[in-house]
């Protein structure tokens, strides 16, 4: 666990996400100079354009700028691996820090919803391309923001932040990624539409995921939401109780 701590916090900072499987390139001093979750087999294209390189492409890539430009690649590991360190030692340490104020608070709420707005799938919900994950503190921070921002007046931001909440969680909970048989939802979407699941069940975004479509329901009215939290409580309170509680 510390080892995968380590080389999960790099990819995590240098891609913006994590997960497994996680494939990490490492110099011989166990440096790291490239790394990243889910490659798929092949270059995946979109309008022409490579939106995903394939595994054997990173290969070949990394392999040609170990070979030309090794030294350059050995100082960089070196220095991350040295800024990883101070930071998971200071983050080991650190105090718990005061809330923010109500306007920074909101105006970072407010910045998080543009960052999310530039990475909105408008066809299919949810935010970037395959893998698709059901990140429910994203959708709650756009209800917030809907919120915030149909408070002070700005109708059209409210209803923007409102429709990437109602498009991605209708499209999530009418795809495969959500056990439409024995409820609840997968882990993520291999693809970006929602449609293949990787068939794990997680304990700790499914509850997320359950009061996230309630919120939705009771700001909306849409049953559809309330039908699938539903679905998500069933399984939870079926399958993942234990017996002593």
């Known amino acids: 666990p510390d080892v995968d701590k380590v080389y999960m916090t790099y990819v995590q900072a240098t891609t913006g996400r994590g997960g497994w499987p996680m494939s990490v390139w490492l110099t011989p001093d166990l440096e790291p ?4 979750t889910y490659y798929p087999v092949k270059d ?24 030309t430009n090794r030294k350059d690649l050995c100082e960089k590991g070196a220095y991350v691996m040295s800024q990883l360190q101070q930071y998971l030692s200071d983050s080991g340490s650190a105090e718990v820090s005061e809330p923010l104020e109500d306007s920074l608070a909101e105006h970072a709420v407010l910045t998080c919803t543009e960052q999310l707005r530039r990475r909105f799938d408008q066809a299919r919900g949810g935010f ?3 893998p698709k994950f059901p990140r429910p503190s ?22 923007e932040a409102l429709h990437m909440v109602v498009t991605s969680l209708t499209k999530m909970g009418a795809g495969g990624m959500y056990d439409h048989i024995g409820g609840g939802f997968h882990r993520y979407s291999v693809d970006e539409f929602w449609h293949v699941p990787h068939f794990e069940k ?41 017996p002593e509680g």
């Open 44 to 67: 995946v294209f979109q309008d022409d354009q490579l939106v995903m390189a394939g595994f054997r492409t990173v290969l070949r890539r990394i392999a040609s700028l170990w070979t």
């Open 202 to 242: 997680m304990l700790y975004d499914n509850p997320q995921l359950a009061t996230t479509y309630l919120t939705a329901f009771q700001l909306t009215g849409n049953t559809r939401f309330a039908t699938t939290a539903r679905g998500v409580l069933d399984y939870l309170l079926r399958d993942m109780r234990h």
């Open 128 to 130: 970037g391309g395959a």
């Open 138 to 159: 994203e959708i709650d921070l756009l209800l917030r923001s809907h919120l915030l921002n149909k408070g002070s007046g700005d109708s059209a931001d409210a209803a």
């Open 33 to 36: 100079i490239y790394g990243g």
